[in-house]
């Protein structure tokens, strides 16, 4: 079971890498399946490695370093295709977001000490970031589909209307995600701070 849980991170860095040159070559169906098995790999392999009690310090830097791969390398594709600000100005303070958590990690383990734990209330935020984003990729993606369609639909109503329902859904989550993403890391950096006046005592 621990071979198939890190299977499925594993899964996702290939998909997020895959990503790139689908997208890029037109083929937004394949990408737009890509990042939902990718997106449903994430949700299975914590489940499963929780359940069969398979954690791992591999797995979990394999799980954390896959969640970044696809999400941040689907972002840039997504600035670059959509260059509008209220796209963009989210897209890179999310990834802003995520140096600087990575950041005070790295920091913590020259400390020699324990980052905080998932079960503070960073953890719930961090899984509404992360639904958030990845419901505003797959909205974008879909868009990208859905208007490579509209012109060839015999019946093209019910597209144009997701057309148009799509990118509203996918700004909503996208700055829904932002300010999760933003209060977390604040949270994130409140927990270090007190571990750091810990310590120092």
């Known amino acids: 079971m621990k071979f198939f849980v890190n ?3 594993s899964f996702r860095i290939f998909a997020s890498f895959a990503i790139i040159a689908t997208l890029m070559s037109g083929m937004y169906m394949t990408t737009l399946i890509l990042f939902i098995l990718a997106a449903l790999s994430d949700l299975f392999d914590g489940y ?3 359940k069969y009690n398979v954690c791992s310090k591999v797995g979990m830097i394999l799980d954390s370093v896959a969640d970044k791969f696809l999400v941040v390398n689907t972002f840039i594709l997504l600035c670059i295709m959509m260059p509008v600000w209220f796209v963009v100005i989210p897209i890179i303070i999310m990834i802003a977001r995520e140096l600087y958590v990575s950041g005070l990690r790295e920091f913590m383990g020259t400390q020699k000490m324990d980052a905080p734990h998932a079960s503070s209330s960073r953890f719930s935020l961090g899984k509404i970031k992360a639904f958030m984003q990845m ?11 859905l208007g490579a369609w509209a012109g060839s639909a015999t019946n093209g109503k019910y597209i144009l209307y997701a057309i148009y329902a799509l990118p509203n859904i996918g700004i909503f ?3 829904f995600g932002l300010v999760a993403s933003i209060w977390s ?8 701070t007190k571990k750091l006046k ?4």
């Open 185 to 192: 890391a604040y949270t994130y950096t409140l927990d270090v």
């Open 7 to 9: 299977f499925l991170s």
């Open 173 to 175: 989550c996208l700055w």
């Open 48 to 50: 499963l490695a929780r």
């Open 135 to 145: 419901i505003a990729i797959i909205s974008f993606l879909a868009l990208f589909v």
């Open 198 to 201: 810990k310590s120092k005592k």
